[in-house]
Each structure stands twice: as C-alpha cells, then as structure tokens.
C-alpha cells in the first residue's frame, strides 16, 4: 500500500511563505505524476501544482509565479513552496500520485495551511 505523507502547513500571515513536503513510501518516479491539490471549506479540491517523471511542471492560474513544485528522488519527496500567500491559498493540501503501473491514485491525509495576520 501506497503511502504519501505530507508536512510543512501551518499558520502564515498574508504575503508570507511556507513549505509543504510530500514524503512517499516508494520511489516517486513509480507514479506517471506526483503534485499536490488543496481544498478549501465548501469548495471542491483542485490541482495546484504537478510534476511528471519526466519532470515537467503543470501549475493552477492561480498560483503560478508564486508556488514551485520540486522533487527530491533521492529522498522520495516532493515539495510545494509558496510565496506571497493570501487567504485565498488558506486550505488543506493533499499530496496526490497517479500510479505509473496500474490505475490508481493515491491521496496524503492532508495538512492545513491557514493564512491569517
């Protein structure tokens, strides 16, 4: 079983930054893609940033130019930084994976990102 582990929400206050991590049972370079999705209350959950095997970068309008997705294949983890945070960003981030080998995507239990001063 497929396990993503995120870490690094917390409280900020707007304008600041923050770093989520996403540590992975496997090596990340097993999933087709890997990135993360957030939700907010009351609002679906949606895409915010991805990165493929390959290593190419797919960011929501809304974050890009503020937010970089990066990986660490030795450690098998991937990172979220994000820069000039608004409430907007306040949410709960959930790694996301889609398995390279068979069809199934796997989801982190999520960590809390609260922008507030």
């Known amino acids: 079983q497929v396990q993503l582990v995120e870490s690094g929400g917390g409280l900020v206050q707007p304008g600041g930054s923050l770093r989520l991590s996403c540590a992975a049972s496997?090596?990340?370079?097993?999933?087709?893609?890997i990135g993360w999705y957030r939700q907010a209350p009351g609002k679906e959950r949606d895409m915010v940033a991805t990165?493929?095997?390959?290593?190419?970068?797919n960011y929501a309008d809304s974050v890009k130019g503020r937010f970089t997705i990066s990986r660490d294949a030795a450690k098998n983890t991937v990172y979220l930084e994000m820069n000039s945070l608004n409430s907007d960003d306040a949410a709960v981030y959930y790694c996301?994976?889609?398995?390279?080998?068979?069809?199934?995507?796997?989801w982190g239990q999520g960590t809390q990102v609260t922008v507030s001063s």
């Open positions: 990165i493929t095997r390959g290593s190419t970068t």
């Open positions: 996301y994976a889609r398995d390279l080998y068979i069809s199934t995507n796997y």
């Open positions: 496997r090596t990340i370079f097993s999933f087709n893609f």
